[in-house]
C-alpha cells in the first residue's frame, strides 16, 4: 500500500540515526545554533552499545580527547558512566598512550539520551527515514515510513549497521540492525537509486554470559587505575571513581581450537553465507584460529556490561557459530566452564557508502548539501564514528548557515588521518584508526588534544567561555613554566641527593633546569625538588605538559618541519572538475584514480594509492601554467 507523503515542519539540519556518530552531528549543530532534527528508528537505541561496552583505547582514546576538545559530548558522558579507567601503553612513549574506559552500558545511552533531549535547539523524533528530498542534486531533506516530509538546508546520515542489516548466527538468519533492533531498508535502495555505490561489510560480536557462573579463580583480575584520570578536559580529578569494577582475563586452549576447527564447517565466515567483508583488526575467534593457526592459546576479557546487571561480555570471541557450538567453546575456556549464555554472539552485515564519493567535509560528491558520517562510512568503533559525526554536524551547520567548510588536517588531529584515510585511499574492510596510521603521531597525542584543538572549538560556538578562560590560563601556565626551567640553574650541590639516589655521576657544573629534565630518569617532580614550585600553581595537566615538551623538544621540531612542508603541498589547490585526461603525461592509473578520487589539494593527490611522485610533478605544473581543462557539468 502507497503511503501518502505530507509535508511537516521545515529545519536547519537534519540528523538521521541517534548513535554515536549522530548524536556528536545532532548536538554540534543544534550548539551551533542551527534547528536540528535527530530522527532515529528507536530512541530506547539512543547512543547505544551493542558490541564491546568500552571508550577508547589506542588511537581511539585520542579521537575521544579531541572530539571532547572541539565541544563533542563522548568524552563528558563517558566520564559519567564509567565503571574501570585505565591508562594502555604506560610503559610506552607518550605518542601511543591512551585512555580506555569500561562503560556502563545502560547508564551511557540514558545519560547522553538526556543531554539530546535537554538540547535546546534539539528535535529528538523517532521514525524511520526511507527517501531523501533531491532537487536539482541538491539534498532538501527527507521522507519517512509514515510520510512525513522534514525539510532542511542540510542532511547528515548515521545508518551504521542498521542499513540493509542481516543477523546471522550458524544457520539462522534475518534481516535485523544490531541487537535486534528494526533494520532501515529502503533507504539504502533510496541512494543506489541516486547513484551511491554501497558495499557489504560485516562485523560481530561475541556471546554474554551471567557473571554468577564465572569462576573467577581460574581468571587473572585487570583491575583500574589508582591514579585519577578522565576523557573530558572539564571534568575535575575530585570526581575520580576511587570504587572500580574490575574486567578479568582468560584464555583459550586446545580443547576451544579444537571445537571451533571440528565446526568450521557450520561457520557462516567459511561456509559462504557471509558475504560482507569483516573487521582485518577486530577478527572473530574462529578466524582468529584458522588464521593464526600456530598460537597455542588467544587472550580472551571478561567484561561487566554495567553495574544493575549481571551480563558479562566476552570480550576478543567474537562470532557467529552455531549457538549451541558457542556454548561448548565457552565452557572449553578456564573460568567459564559452568558459564550460562545470556546472548548468543552474532555477525550483522550491513551497507557502506564507498568512502571515496565523500569530499573532506563528509559531504557526498554526488548530492549536495548531503553528509555521511560513522559505520556506513566503512568505519568500526563507536569513537571513529563519534569522530565523524561531530566533523559532519559541524559542516553541515557551516552549510546551512552558508559558510565555509571545517576541515582537519593529518598533522592536527587524528580525525582529521581518519577522514582523510577514507576519503584519499577508502577502504576494502572496516577501517580501524591506529597509531601507526599517523604519521605526525608524536604531535597527535592524548594529553595535548585541548592545545590542538580548542581554539577551533571555541570559534566554532562549541567551546563555553569559561571553560576557554580556563583552557587559555592553562596553555600560558604551561609557556611561563618551560621559561622558567629554561632560566633556571640547577648546581652540582642542587643535584647531588638525586644523582646519589640513581646511582648516577654528581655534575662537575650547573646545568638549566630544562636540560636536566631531558634525561631519561628525571622526572618534573625531580625539578621541582631541587628549583622550587613557581609562584603559580602548576597541576599535573600543565606538568605532564612541561615535561613532555622538554623531553621530546628535538622530536617535535623535527615532526613540525615536516609539517611545513606538507602545509604547503595543502596550499596548492586543485581545481574543481578538472579533466585529467587532458593533463599530458600523466601514467593511466594516476588518471583514473584522480578522476575516481578528484583530490582536493596536491597534498592530499600525492597519498592517492598508484600516484607517484613523477604524477604529482606533472599536474603541480599544469595548474601553475592555468591551462585548466575542466570535465563538462553533468545533466
Request: hydrophobic share 35%; with cysteine; charged share 30%.
Amino acid at each position: 500500500m502507497d503511503i501518502k507523503e505530507f509535508d511537516s515542519e521545515t529545519y536547519d539540519v537534519i540528523v538521521v540515526g541517534a548513535g554515536h556518530a549522530g548524536s556528536e552531528a545532532a548536538l554540534a549543530a543544534a550548539r551551533m545554533g542551527q534547528k536540528t532534527l535527530l530522527i532515529t528508528i528507536n530512541l530506547d537505541m539512543v547512543a547505544f552499545m551493542p558490541c564491546n561496552p568500552s571508550v577508547g583505547g589506542p588511537a581511539k582514546g585520542i579521537v575521544v580527547r579531541e572530539i571532547d576538545a572541539l565541544g563533542g559530548e563522548m568524552g563528558r558522558n563517558i566520564d559519567k558512566t564509567y565503571i574501570q579507567m585505565r591508562m594502555l601503553n604506560t610503559g610506552k612513549g607518550p605518542a601511543v598512550r591512551a585512555l580506555r574506559a569500561q562503560a556502563d552500558k545502560n547508564m551511557y545511552h540514558r545519560m547522553m539520551k538526556d543531554v539530546l533531549e535537554d538540547e535546546p535547539n534539539l528535535t529528538l523524533r523517532q521514525g524511520i527515514a526511507e527517501k531523501l528530498i533531491v532537487e536539482d542534486g541538491v539534498c532538501k531533506g527527507i521522507v519517512t515510513a509514515t510520510g512525513a516530509r522534514y525539510h532542511a538546508k542540510s542532511v547528515v546520515l548515521t545508518a551504521g549497521t542498521s542499513s540493509r542489516g542481516k543477523i546471522i548466527i550458524g544457520e539462522l538468519m534475518y534481516s535485523s540492525g544490531p541487537n535486534n533492533s528494526i533494520p532501515s531498508i529502503k533507504l539504502s535502495e533510496d541512494l543506489e537509486k541516486h547513484g551511491f555505490k554501497l558495499t557489504r561489510f560485516k562485523t560481530g560480536t561475541p556471546p554474554r554470559v551471567n557473571k554468577n557462573t564465572i569462576n573467577f579463580d581460574e581468571t587473572i583480575e585487570q583491575p583500574g587505575d589508582k591514579e585519577p584520570n578522565h576523557f573530558s578536559f572539564e571534568t575535575p580529578d575530585s570526581n575520580y571513581l576511587q570504587h572500580q569494577i574490575s574486567c578479568w582475563m582468560t584464555y583459550t586452549n586446545a580443547d576451544t581450537h579444537k571445537i571451533i576447527r571440528e565446526n568450521l564447517d557450520r561457520a557462516p565466515m567459511f561456509s559462504g553465507v557471509i558475504k560482507g567483508v569483516g573487521p582485518r583488526y577486530c577478527p572473530s575467534i574462529e578466524d582468529k584460529i584458522v588464521r593464526f593457526a600456530d598460537k597455542p592459546r588467544h587472550q580472551i576479557f571478561l567484561e561487566p556490561e554495567g553495574k544493575d546487571t549481571k551480563e558479562y561480555y566476552v570480550g576478543d570471541f567474537s562470532t557467529s557459530m552455531p549457538e549451541e557450538v558457542q556454548l561448548k567453546m565457552l565452557h572449553s575456556v578456564a573460568g567459564l566452564e559452568n558459564a550460562k549464555l545470556m546472548r548468543p554472539g552474532y555477525a550483522i552485515e550491513y551497507d557502506v557508502i564507498e568512502p571515496w564519493q565523500l569530499k573532506l567535509n563528509l559531504e557526498t560528491k554526488i548530492v549536495k548539501n548531503l553528509f555521511t558520517a560513522g559505520q556506513m562510512n566503512g568505519t568500526s568503533g563507536y569513537e571513529e564514528a563519534a569522530g565523524q559525526g561531530i566533523m559532519a554536524g559541524i559542516n553541515a551547520a557551516l552549510r546551512a548557515e552558508g559558510k565555509d567548510p571545517f576541515i582537519l588536517r593529518r598533522d592536527e588531529a587524528y580525525i582529521g588521518v581518519l577522514i582523510d584515510d577514507l576519503v584519499t585511499k577508502g577502504t576494502n574492510e572496516p577501517y580501524r584508526l591506529l597509531t601507526s596510521r599517523a604519521e605526525y603521531r608524536l604531535i597527535l597525542r592524548h594529553d595535548n588534544a585541548d592545545l590542538r584543538l580548542t581554539d577551533y572549538g571555541y570559534k566554532l560556538g562549541l567551546i563555553s567561555d569559561k571553560r576557554y578562560d580556563a583552557f587559555k590560563e592553562k596553555r600560558q601556565t604551561i609557556e611561563m613554566e618551560l621559561k622558567r626551567l629554561s632560566r633556571k640553574m640547577i648546581t652540582p650541590k642542587m643535584a647531588l641527593p638525586f644523582l646519589k639516589a640513581h646511582d648516577l655521576k654528581p655534575l662537575k657544573d650547573g646545568i638549566l633546569a630544562d636540560h636536566f629534565l631531558r634525561r631519561p630518569e628525571v622526572h618534573y617532580s625531580d625539578i621541582i625538588d631541587m628549583i622550587g614550585e613557581a609562584d603559580y600553581p602548576v597541576d599535573r595537566r600543565v606538568a605532564e605538559q612541561v615535561e613532555i615538551a622538554t623531553k621530546y623538544d628535538g622530536y617535535i621540531k623535527k615532526e613540525k618541519m615536516r609539517i611545513e612542508r606538507l602545509k604547503k603541498m595543502e596550499s596548492k589547490k586543485i581545481p574543481e572538475r578538472i579533466d585529467y585526461t587532458k593533463v599530458d603525461s600523466l601514467a593511466t592509473e594516476a588518471v583514473q584514480k584522480l578522476t575516481k578520487i578528484n583530490p582536493q589539494t596536491i597534498a592530499q593527490a600525492s597519498r592517492i594509492s598508484g600516484v607517484n611522485p613523477a604524477d604529482i610533478g606533472i599536474l603541480s605544473v599544469y595548474i601553475e601554467q592555468g591551462k585548466i581543462a575542466k570535465l563538462p557539468e553533468a545533466k
